[in-house]
């Protein structure tokens, strides 16, 4: 009989502890022909964080819980590698103080942070200008800055008053308007707003043409404005993992055991009265319930028997994800740093738009990181190797001089071509959806529940939200089962 969580309470507790902290992943498995997939309360599709920490609640709380990834490590769009003996993210890396769930989690599991190196000054270069200063502000004209310090507190004023679920006329306006008409609109100078589009772009993954300002201003009022979107030294880029962000994801895994299964991309969810059956490599598993904990266009993969209602259905072809290629240059020495720079730089023009100093937390491994996003992403994508290498590091010449020109290893992530991944850091909504469809983000059908940072209501695109998702499937799970209960009592 499949399990039924309407029918009470059907939740085993597995064999094995709970193992907060432990290193190594000798727990996980790689589905074969040998092991067999057994009837569980929920599957969930996905490890990442917001899949591997709603599968942890589970089983903390009872339930047997089986997590199906596709790929050959868990940890989704975090990826930690050893670069020269250090441990470097090619994927998300960074923590701030407001995220409070994620912190919480690392100090449960031992893990050592440190904070961004940010001493220095900062550099701007706008269409080849390059100037040095200090702060989140850069040092530009009395008036082009005035421009920029307004349009600061109009977006987060505006982010503080809009409600997407209030369908007023002004909701339909913003969503019907791009971040760029808005900003055409509000800030005058081109070179204020080239600086401004140069740091949402890393936010965002996506070009300010791209993006519904109804959108742009949720994002922004989740993440406690945008000077915290932005900034690092309290902000969101605050702090980094010693071992890398993976390393949390891995512990939570480790707790997880056997009930991690690698390689097992999920093809088809059937649902039924009184179950789901879940199809991976040909083979099928029974739950009472399925948390997908993907972006919607990669949820868009799967395979829904009977199909999705229309507006979730629609939703998945309309969040396409950012592009975004991390690039890490390593140097014998943080020379920047000698000449009183912070390893921080904004650039207008192509194809970075942001630096940070990305060196080991004992100093010992020099590393600059520069993102490539949207359309750089995509023009980065069409060049060899070689190109893109010679193509980065004269971003870096352009920030810091000629001794960027010669690492000693170059390392380039292109997130838009990973099959599991297809882009980051987050899916965007472009003018016109958001209103309409976010509400399917979160909106379980059936027995099918979403999870990932897209459907976060706080800390939207962060690790921190893919947290948020994961308590948030687990509380439905749960009062669904509690409800049952208490119906047959």
Same mark, same amino acid.
């Given at each position: 009989?499949?399990?039924?969580?309407?029918?009470?309470?059907?939740?085993?507790?597995?064999?094995?502890?709970?193992?907060?902290?432990?290193?190594?992943?000798?727990?996980?498995?790689?589905?074969?022909?040998?092991?067999?997939?057994?009837?569980?309360?929920?599957?969930?599709?996905?490890?990442?964080?917001?899949?591997?920490?709603?599968?942890?609640?589970?089983?903390?709380?009872?339930?047997?819980?089986?997590?199906?990834?596709?790929?050959?490590?868990?940890?989704?769009?975090?990826?930690?590698?050893?670069?020269?003996?250090?441990?470097?993210?090619?994927?998300?890396?960074?923590?701030?103080?407001?995220?409070?769930?994620? !912190?919480?989690?690392?100090?449960?599991?031992?893990?050592?942070?440190?904070?961004?190196?940010?001493?220095?000054?900062?550099?701007?270069?706008?269409?080849?200008?390059?100037?040095?200063?200090?702060?989140?502000?850069?040092?530009?004209?009395?008036?082009?800055?005035?421009?920029?310090?307004?349009?600061?507190?109009?977006?987060?004023?505006?982010?503080?008053?809009?409600?997407?679920?209030?369908?007023?006329?002004?909701?339909?306006?913003?969503?019907?308007?791009?971040?760029?008409?808005?900003?055409?609109?509000?800030?005058?100078?081109?070179?204020?707003?080239?600086?401004?589009?140069?740091?949402?772009?890393?936010?965002?993954?996506?070009?300010?043409?791209?993006?519904?300002?109804?959108?742009?201003?949720?994002?922004?009022?989740?993440?406690?404005?945008?000077?915290?979107?932005?900034?690092?030294?309290?902000?969101?880029?605050?702090?980094?993992?010693?071992?890398?962000?993976?390393?949390?994801?891995?512990?939570?895994?480790?707790?997880?055991?056997?009930?991690?299964?690698?390689?097992?991309?999920?093809?088809?969810?059937?649902?039924?009265?009184?179950?789901?059956?879940?199809?991976?490599?040909?083979?099928?598993?029974?739950?009472?319930?399925?948390?997908?904990?993907?972006?919607?266009?990669?949820?868009?993969?799967?395979?829904?028997?009977?199909?999705?209602?229309?507006?979730?259905?629609?939703?998945?072809?309309?969040?396409?994800?950012?592009?975004?290629?991390?690039?890490?240059?390593?140097?014998?020495?943080?020379?920047?740093?000698?000449?009183?720079?912070?390893?921080?730089?904004?650039?207008?023009?192509?194809?970075?738009?942001?630096?940070?100093?990305?060196?080991?937390?004992?100093?010992?491994?020099?590393?600059?990181?520069?993102?490539?996003?949207?359309?750089?992403?995509?023009? !980065?994508?069409?060049?060899?190797?070689?190109?893109?290498?010679?193509?980065? !590091?004269?971003?870096?010449?352009?920030?810091?001089?000629?001794?960027?020109?010669?690492?000693?290893?170059?390392?380039?992530?292109?997130?838009?071509?990973?099959?599991?991944?297809?882009?980051?850091?987050?899916?965007?909504?472009?003018?016109?959806?958001?209103?309409?469809?976010?509400?399917?983000?979160?909106?379980?059908?059936?027995?099918?529940?979403?999870?990932?940072?897209?459907?976060?209501?706080?800390?939207?695109?962060?690790?921190?939200?893919?947290?948020?998702?994961?308590?948030?499937?687990?509380?439905?799970?749960?009062?669904?089962?509690?409800?049952?209960?208490?119906?047959?009592?």
């Amino acid at each position: 009989m499949v399990p039924n969580l309407s029918d009470g309470p059907v939740g085993r507790r597995c064999s094995g502890s709970r193992v907060p902290g432990q290193r190594g992943l000798s727990g996980r498995h790689r589905l074969t022909a040998e092991v067999a997939l057994a009837d569980v309360d929920v599957v969930v599709v996905g490890a990442g964080l917001a899949g591997l920490f709603a599968a942890r609640e589970l089983t903390r709380a009872g339930l047997d819980v089986l997590v199906l990834e596709a790929r050959d490590r868990v940890g989704g769009r975090t990826w930690s590698k050893s670069f020269q003996g250090a441990t470097f993210d090619v994927g998300g890396q960074w923590l701030g103080p407001a995220q409070h769930r994620m !912190l919480r989690l690392v100090d449960e599991y031992g893990l050592s942070t440190f904070k961004t190196h940010t001493e220095g000054k900062s550099v701007l270069s706008v269409g080849g200008r390059r100037q040095e200063y200090r702060g989140t502000i850069p040092r530009i004209s009395p008036l082009k800055l005035a421009m920029m310090q307004r349009a600061a507190w109009a977006v987060d004023a505006l982010a503080r008053s809009t409600d997407p679920g209030n369908p007023d006329s002004r909701i339909a306006d913003l969503d019907a308007m791009t971040l760029q008409q808005w900003a055409v609109r509000n800030v005058p100078s081109r070179d204020a707003r080239d600086i401004m589009f140069a740091g949402l772009r890393v936010v965002f993954g996506a070009e300010a043409q791209e993006l519904s300002v109804l959108w742009a201003l949720e994002y922004i009022r989740q993440s406690g404005g945008i000077m915290n979107l932005l900034d690092t030294q309290g902000g969101a880029q605050d702090t980094r993992f010693v071992a890398g962000a993976q390393s949390l994801s891995e512990a939570i895994a480790v707790e997880l055991g056997a009930r991690v299964r690698l390689g097992s991309p999920v093809h088809e969810i059937a649902s039924a009265a009184h179950g789901v059956s879940v199809t991976t490599g040909g083979k099928s598993v029974r739950a009472g319930r399925v948390i997908v904990a993907l972006p919607p266009a990669l949820a868009a993969g799967i395979r829904f028997d009977p199909g999705l209602p229309g507006r979730r259905a629609q939703l998945t072809q309309r969040m396409p994800m950012g592009a975004t290629t991390k690039c890490l240059a390593f140097y014998s020495e943080p020379f920047w740093r000698a000449d009183g720079l912070s390893g921080e730089a904004v650039l207008t023009r192509g194809p970075i738009s942001v630096t940070f100093d990305n060196s080991s937390a004992d100093g010992s491994v020099a590393a600059l990181v520069g993102f490539c996003v949207g359309q750089q992403a995509r023009n !980065l994508a069409k060049l060899t190797p070689e190109q893109q290498r010679s193509a980065v !590091l004269s971003a870096f010449v352009e920030a810091f001089g000629p001794r960027a020109a010669s690492p000693q290893e170059f390392h380039s992530q292109d997130w838009q071509a990973e099959r599991w991944t297809r882009g980051c850091p987050t899916g965007n909504f472009g003018p016109g959806v958001f209103a309409e469809f976010a509400p399917a983000l979160r909106e379980p059908v059936g027995r099918i529940h979403w999870a990932g940072t897209e459907t976060a209501a706080d800390f939207c695109g962060f690790m921190e939200g893919a947290i948020e998702s994961g308590e948030r499937v687990v509380a439905e799970i749960m009062a669904d089962q509690d409800s049952a209960m208490e119906g047959r009592s």
